[in-house]
């Protein structure tokens, strides 16, 4: 490579001439595509924003100013010119980058990011607090990846005129979020992006200023004018409305550019909007023609490729639909992830992907379910933490049968401590009238949607990410079920914890110790106290499993449940301590957090 060499810094970028800063974004292009599709990750957001991030580079400065992305997957090319190009190789790999923000990564990562819409928010905080200090500073909020239409972003938008303080917003508008974005803000941005007369007049009066001495702040002068043209050209100007001074669209590609509005907008004095669009997938062929599909990347493989849990509960759900025409769908910006596509074209008026906004999505659920329907919403484990007032307030308290299909939920992998699913059983246990389900293989997934389809309350499944076993242990459905019997030890888990507790048992027998029984809880709430009662009497030690914090988990339950019956049995739980988990293999997780068979068995057998 000709610029990305080793100990590359932010620095260089300024030693190199306008005219070569193109084959700079192809060197860092190459490095993002080497990497994710070794380690996985995120790939078109962040092909798409390398020129943005070069020009931003050039004209601030990521140790004195303050930049925040928003969503933080599209921070790759920042990580690479920012002092960590040396690293780049080890991301989302343990021990190495995370695949997101990290403040405790680089004194350039300035605010933690992984959920989206909490740029423009932080930027506030970080704008006023730098007024208070009497700081010198530029406070830059980096959205994208259709965050800009999630109800926070909106409250934040909502709020810049009362803080009378001046950020910088750059919005990367690469026209998708995962899938195609949704909504009207989205027909907003498209009718601010086609109005030609505007752009070719605003972009005659910038050359004009800019050729002229002092052209500047000549340019600065004209802004209220230019205002008064934007009004008669564009009446509905939704952020001029809000006193943030919307300029563009421009091309995120065209790195002079870049760098004449970003000059522009550290001189300027008021709240400015930078609306950019790009290309998602830049620079690589197949993510420009399919980015949904290279939207995130999985890591190379040898495996066999089998059925994900994903495939599995969508399939089922089809079939439930067919069978009853109230059942409705719901996914937030996830249609690929849940894996909803055929259902969405099986059933186009049955089927409402919201975008980015989780929480108006359960409340609309409520609506529906309120109204007669049988809303069903697929939603990942870290993105229900967005919306758990809705579920409670919304739907639990008005007893509607409204279904959440947890998706990654558990310990998730290379995503990081952002998108772990350790709490959907923590807080949901706690939550009246809300039954919670924790399948362990395809067989007993389908008998919980269907006692799902039947309620007339509302119902939580969980199910981890990944593949779904091939093997169907659960022959008929019972809440708690034996699957080996066993003396004095007894092991009790749920969902994909059901495969380690059968390994440790194999294990126990190995070693010539007494085979521990084992137990799968298929319902986490309320458990089978019946047969509960009956366990603890029968064992002298028993031993819970669970992907979930330890604290309001499963073994928690069982802890308080011995304690009430006065039982002598001696409980050992096995889960998540109260710590962030970091980005690693989920097989990496379960060993550091003692979810394996070798450590089971050395702790209840010594």
Same mark, same amino acid.
């Given at each position: 490579?000709?610029?990305?060499?080793?100990?590359?810094?932010?620095?260089?970028?300024?030693?190199?001439?306008?005219?070569?800063?193109?084959?700079?974004?192809?060197?860092?292009?190459?490095?993002?595509?080497?990497?994710?599709?070794?380690?996985?990750?995120?790939?078109?957001?962040?092909?798409?924003?390398?020129?943005?991030?070069?020009?931003?580079?050039?004209?601030?400065?990521?140790?004195?100013?303050?930049?925040?992305?928003?969503?933080?997957?599209?921070?790759?090319?920042?990580?690479?010119?920012?002092?960590?190009?040396?690293? /780049?190789?080890?991301?989302?790999?343990?021990?190495?980058?995370?695949?997101?923000?990290?403040? *405790?990564?680089?004194?350039?990562?300035?605010?933690?990011?992984?959920?989206?819409?909490?740029?423009?928010?932080?930027?506030?905080?970080?704008?006023?607090?730098?007024?208070?200090?009497?700081?010198?500073?530029?406070?830059?909020?980096?959205?994208?990846?259709?965050?800009?239409?999630?109800?926070?972003?909106?409250?934040?938008?909502?709020?810049?005129?009362?803080?009378?303080?001046?950020?910088?917003?750059?919005?990367?508008?690469?026209?998708? *979020?995962?899938?195609?974005?949704?909504?009207?803000?989205?027909?907003?941005?498209?009718?601010?992006?086609?109005?030609?007369?505007?752009?070719?007049?605003?972009?005659?009066?910038?050359?004009?200023?800019?050729?002229?001495?002092?052209?500047?702040?000549?340019?600065?002068?004209?802004?209220?004018?230019?205002?008064?043209?934007?009004?008669?050209?564009?009446?509905?100007?939704?952020?001029?409305?809000?006193?943030?001074?919307?300029?563009?669209?421009?091309?995120?590609?065209?790195?002079?550019?870049?760098?004449?509005?970003?000059?522009?907008?550290?001189?300027?004095?008021?709240?400015?909007?930078?609306?950019?669009?790009?290309?998602?997938?830049?620079?690589?062929?197949?993510?420009?023609?399919?980015?949904?599909?290279?939207?995130?990347?999985?890591?190379?493989?040898?495996?066999?490729?089998?059925?994900?849990?994903?495939?599995?509960?969508?399939?089922?759900?089809?079939?439930?639909?067919?069978?009853?025409?109230?059942?409705?769908?719901?996914?937030?910006?996830?249609?690929?992830?849940?894996?909803?596509?055929?259902? *969405?074209?099986?059933?186009?008026?049955?089927?409402?992907?919201?975008?980015?906004?989780?929480?108006?999505?359960?409340?609309?659920?409520?609506?529906?379910?309120?109204?007669?329907?049988?809303?069903?919403? /697929?939603?990942?484990?870290?993105?229900?933490?967005?919306?758990?007032?809705?579920?409670?307030?919304?739907?639990?308290?008005?007893?509607?049968?409204?279904?959440?299909?947890?998706?990654?939920?558990?310990?998730?992998?290379?995503?990081?401590?952002?998108?772990?699913?350790?709490?959907?059983?923590?807080?949901?246990?706690?939550?009246?009238?809300?039954?919670?389900?924790?399948?362990?293989?395809?067989?007993?997934?389908?008998?919980?949607?269907?006692?799902?389809?039947?309620?007339?309350?509302?119902?939580?499944?969980?199910?981890?990410?990944?593949?779904?076993?091939?093997?169907?242990?659960?022959?008929?459905?019972?809440?708690?079920?034996?699957?080996?019997?066993?003396?004095?030890?007894?092991?009790?888990?749920?969902?994909?914890?059901?495969?380690?507790?059968?390994?440790?048992?194999?294990?126990?027998?190995?070693?010539?110790?007494?085979?521990?029984?084992?137990?799968?809880?298929?319902?986490?709430?309320?458990?089978?106290?019946?047969?509960?009662?009956?366990?603890?009497?029968?064992?002298?030690?028993?031993?819970?499993?669970?992907?979930?914090?330890?604290?309001?988990?499963?073994?928690?339950?069982?802890?308080?449940?011995?304690?009430?019956?006065?039982?002598?049995?001696?409980?050992?739980?096995?889960?998540?301590?109260?710590?962030?988990?970091?980005?690693?293999?989920?097989?990496?997780?379960?060993?550091?957090?003692?979810?394996?068979?070798?450590?089971?068995?050395?702790?209840?057998?010594?």
């Amino acid at each position: 490579m000709q610029f990305l060499k080793p100990g590359f810094t932010h620095k260089d970028l300024l030693a190199i001439p306008d005219e070569k800063l193109p084959e700079l974004a192809s060197e860092v292009r190459e490095v993002i595509l080497d990497t994710v599709m070794k380690n996985g990750g995120h790939l078109g957001s962040s092909l798409c924003a390398v020129e943005l991030i070069i020009s931003m580079l050039r004209n601030f400065d990521p140790f004195n100013d303050r930049i925040i992305f928003d969503v933080g997957h599209q921070s790759y090319a920042y990580k690479i010119l920012t002092d960590r190009f040396d690293k /780049f190789p080890t991301l989302r790999l343990k021990d190495g980058l995370c695949g997101f923000p990290r403040r *405790s990564e680089s004194p350039c990562d300035h605010f933690n990011t992984g959920h989206s819409s909490t740029s423009i928010s932080a930027a506030l905080g970080y704008a006023k607090a730098r007024d208070l200090l009497g700081e010198n500073r530029n406070i830059i909020a980096f959205i994208g990846d259709a965050s800009l239409i999630n109800g926070l972003a909106l409250e934040a938008l909502n709020y810049v005129q009362e803080t009378k303080t001046k950020i910088i917003i750059i919005l990367n508008d690469n026209k998708h *979020s995962i899938s195609n974005r949704i909504g009207g803000f989205s027909t907003l941005l498209a009718k601010l992006s086609a109005n030609n007369f505007y752009n070719a007049t605003k972009n005659s009066i910038r050359k004009i200023c800019l050729s002229l001495p002092n052209g500047k702040r000549l340019y600065e002068h004209l802004s209220g004018f230019r205002d008064h043209v934007k009004n008669l050209l564009i009446p509905e100007n939704f952020f001029d409305d809000l006193g943030i001074n919307y300029w563009g669209p421009f091309d995120g590609h065209d790195l002079k550019t870049c760098d004449t509005i970003f000059e522009l907008a550290k001189n300027y004095e008021r709240p400015v909007l930078l609306h950019f669009n790009t290309i998602k997938g830049k620079g690589f062929p197949d993510a420009e023609k399919n980015p949904t599909k290279f939207h995130q990347v999985a890591p190379k493989s040898s495996g066999k490729k089998s059925r994900t849990w994903s495939e599995a509960a969508s399939q089922i759900m089809e079939s439930l639909a067919n069978h009853d025409n109230r059942i409705v769908c719901f996914t937030a910006a996830m249609v690929t992830g849940v894996k909803l596509e055929n259902f *969405s074209r099986n059933f186009p008026e049955r089927f409402f992907d919201v975008g980015i906004a989780e929480s108006h999505m359960l409340t609309m659920a409520a609506g529906l379910a309120a109204g007669g329907m049988k809303p069903w919403v /697929f939603i990942y484990s870290t993105f229900l933490q967005r919306a758990m007032d809705q579920l409670m307030h919304d739907i639990a308290l008005q007893n509607l049968p409204v279904v959440l299909m947890v998706d990654r939920a558990g310990l998730v992998g290379s995503d990081g401590d952002t998108h772990q699913g350790l709490l959907d059983i923590s807080w949901s246990r706690a939550i009246p009238n809300l039954e919670i389900y924790s399948p362990c293989d395809e067989n007993s997934l389908r008998q919980a949607m269907q006692i799902a389809a039947k309620r007339n309350a509302p119902t939580l499944i969980r199910y981890p990410r990944g593949n779904i076993p091939e093997t169907n242990l659960e022959a008929k459905f019972s809440a708690i079920t034996k699957i080996s019997d066993g003396e004095k030890y007894a092991l009790l888990g749920h969902g994909i914890m059901l495969e380690i507790m059968l390994k440790a048992r194999e294990l126990a027998i190995k070693k010539n110790l007494t085979p521990p029984a084992v137990y799968n809880i298929q319902r986490i709430k309320p458990l089978d106290t019946n047969l509960l009662s009956e366990i603890i009497k029968r064992y002298e030690i028993i031993a819970t499993l669970e992907e979930n914090y330890l604290a309001g988990g499963l073994g928690e339950a069982i802890a308080a449940f011995i304690s009430e019956h006065q039982s002598h049995a001696r409980l050992f739980r096995f889960g998540v301590p109260d710590v962030c988990v970091q980005h690693a293999t989920s097989e990496q997780q379960r060993e550091l957090f003692g979810l394996t068979p070798e450590n089971i068995i050395s702790k209840i057998y010594a």
